[in-house]
């Protein structure tokens, strides 16, 4: 596993930030980590990177305690809040950057152009990060933590500041990282691009893990389908309950809730028998927002 959480726990004299959380992430997997303000996403990150100890529990990046020099070479951190040398140019910002990480100059006089390119700052990097609007200054943050291709990319709300545009760059940012081999650790609220991103997500709230899986696992289950027809008799109410949950029924209109997308097939199939004419049979999906939503208002 290239991430590794198992039971990190953080007590501050006056709040409790995390509470035994664990999960783990594979290489190559982009792993999303989702929860309210304070949840205690931050103070998780700051473990696994080793920049604060936990009260209890192991954070293990690439198998190794996060203090070791060898695995902090191999990591990326774009920060939520970051404060860079505004006073240096994008390439100054990043060649310094690039030799703190051990980069030589051959290699950075090759890479800089690259990721400027790749976070669309290409005209802008002689100019100093102190004129660059907030967008700007995120996307160098994201070029600093890609920089020397390291194995793991931790992105800390990474398009808060972005235009649309600039969200889908990172998205695509995110699947090269991904097509490599990069293991990407996001931590987002816009849980739309999550769910074009991610692989696996982990929700947490006060502190606590709420649930852990891939979106395909988080949502099963929650695929609902509108019927538009006409004459719909108890009949075919009573067939179609034999495998699907009837949450309304009129004459013309009914909702279902199935398990799979093979039973939208099985809905025609029965509205056919029942010589019922088909206007709609449409499959409205639940979002990660409404899985997200419904998690924290049971709570
Ligand atoms: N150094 C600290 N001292 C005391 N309490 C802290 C400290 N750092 C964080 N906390 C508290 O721990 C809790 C979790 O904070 P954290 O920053 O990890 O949340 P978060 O999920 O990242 O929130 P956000 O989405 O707003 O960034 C909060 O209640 C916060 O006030």
Not at 32 to 56: D, E, Y
Not at 61 to 86: C, N
Not at 143 to 157: G, M, N, S, T, Y
Request: charged letters at 25%; aromatic letters at 6%; one cysteine or more.
């Amino acid at each position: 596993m290239d991430i590794e959480a198992t039971h990190l726990h953080k007590a501050y004299p006056r709040k409790v930030a995390v509470q035994d959380i664990s999960f783990s992430v594979a290489q190559g997997e982009v792993f999303g980590f989702l929860g309210p303000n304070g949840a205690g996403k931050t103070t998780t990150i700051k473990m696994l990177l080793g920049l604060i100890s936990p009260t209890r529990g192991t954070p293990k990046l690439l198998g190794q305690t996060p203090d070791s020099l060898e695995v902090k070479r191999q990591v990326g951190f774009l920060p939520e809040l970051f404060r860079f040398h505004d006073w240096l140019s994008g390439k100054d910002l990043l060649r310094w950057h690039g030799r703190l990480c051990g980069m030589t100059e051959q290699e950075l006089d090759r890479r800089i152009p690259e990721v400027l390119d790749q976070v669309g700052l290409s005209q802008h990097g002689d100019r100093k990060v102190k004129g660059y609007s907030k967008g700007m200054q995120q996307r160098v943050g994201l070029a600093q933590a890609i920089l020397h291709k390291p194995r793991i990319v931790f992105l800390d709300e990474p398009t808060s500041a972005l235009d649309p545009l600039g969200r889908r760059q990172v998205r695509n940012i995110i699947h090269h990282l991904q097509e490599q081999g990069t293991t990407v650790f996001l931590n987002s609220h816009l849980l739309s691009e999550v769910e074009l991103t991610c692989d696996r997500v982990c929700i947490v709230q006060n502190g606590q893990v709420l649930r852990t899986g891939s979106l395909q696992e988080l949502l099963k289950g929650t695929l609902e389908v509108e019927i538009l027809s006409e004459k719909m008799t108890e009949d075919l109410k009573a067939e179609l309950q034999s495998f699907a949950e009837v949450l309304d029924f009129t004459w013309n209109t009914a909702h279902l809730r199935v398990s799979d997308e093979k039973d939208i097939a099985r809905i025609a199939e029965v509205l056919f028998k029942h010589r019922c004419p088909i206007y709609g049979l449409t499959p409205q999906k639940r979002t990660l927002e409404d899985l997200y939503v419904s998690l924290m208002e049971a709570r």
